[in-house]
């Protein structure tokens, strides 16, 4: 599941409805849906992203927020490293790979790198 799906999944929960009931008021198939939720189908369009919002009846803040995680919740993500020094294509091509096999713990770690960045000396800052 995407944290897209899963804010969505949420959503309805709160409102009490099932994701055929939601998929036929936004015109949508119930097994597209699920596929969105669990993360088996790209980014959604920005019509749907209204329609889901308006549907929730979502302030404008919440609605943001759940665009934003539309937009990194698309399962299929593509790494442009034309331009970039070979080792950089080859550090995405090894966490292509072996993405899958990375405990949660190790995701927490690179993702900490990524939100603070990184020192001369190797270290987290």
């Not at 969505?8 to 008021?25: D, I």
């Not at 936004?26 to 699920?34: E, I, K």
């Amino acid at each position: 599941m995407t944290p897209f799906g899963e804010a969505v999944r949420k959503l309805r929960a709160r409102k009490g409805v099932s994701q055929k009931e939601m998929a036929e008021a936004l015109n949508v198939s119930p097994a597209y849906l699920s596929a969105l939720e669990h993360g088996k189908r790209g980014l959604p369009t920005f019509d749907l992203l209204q329609r889901i919002a308006g549907y929730f009846n979502i302030i404008w803040d919440e609605a943001e927020e759940l665009f934003l995680l539309a937009r990194s919740s698309d399962p299929r993500v593509v790494i442009d490293t034309s331009g970039l020094p070979p080792e950089y294509t080859e550090f995405a091509n090894r966490l292509a790979r072996r993405i899958r096999s990375l405990d949660s713990a190790e995701i927490g770690r690179l993702s900490a790198l990524l939100e603070n960045g990184v020192k001369g000396d190797g270290k987290a800052s």
